[in-house]
């Protein structure tokens, strides 16, 4: 399988760029695309086979959840079996950005996106080409870092290429990123647990849950 790099503005994705990554998602392709921190795999959900390329190409270990970029609130209200009152409160004060928020899933989500757990890492980036590219196809997508497991995360387009030439479909090279990874914080059982602390402090997470 070769590999195909389109240059893009990150500002600004040309429509054509975004059409043409829809259409390769569509088609049960992977594509690569940049985030706040790193570049990110991205494929349908819904499509098993998709799912499997991506753990396929990453060297992943199966029985490990993928995380799902959403495109607003709406969308990943429509992705869990349970609202809370936690959830609410993180995701208006931090989306869009790095926070990944891990909630009951739907049933709608296959298993193997969740790992056999039951509970989806949502998240809601500031990065334009993946909001163009969500807004484009109307759902949302699998978003794992762009990487072979274990190795560091891509950081460029150019990288990601080098690394996962063969393995992935598309790459949208919007050049090189350079924050800090999301903060993670699960929301499932009664009390919340920080995952990883990243780009957004666990004390600025506490705060925010603590509001009256």
Known sequence: MATDLIQVDPDQPRPEAIARAGAAIRAGCIVAVPTEALYALVADPFN?????????AKGR?????????????????D????TSARFYLLA???WPGPLTIVV?????IPLKVTGNTGRLALRHSRSKVA?????HLGQ?????SANISGQPTCRSGIETFAVLDGRIDLVLDAGPVSGTWATTVDITEPYWRLIREGAIPEKAVAECLTQR
């Open 48 to 56: 098993l086979r998709a799912v499997g390329r991506v753990f396929a």
């Open 61 to 77: 270990e199966e029985q490990r959840s993928l995380p799902v970029l959403v495109h607003d609130l709406f969308m990943a209200e």
């Open 79 to 82: 992705l869990t079996s349970e």
């Open 92 to 94: 208006r004060r931090f």
């Open 104 to 108: 009951p899933a739907a049933a709608k």
């Open 131 to 135: 909001g163009a590219l969500l807004e």
């Open 140 to 144: 949302p997508l699998i978003a794992t």
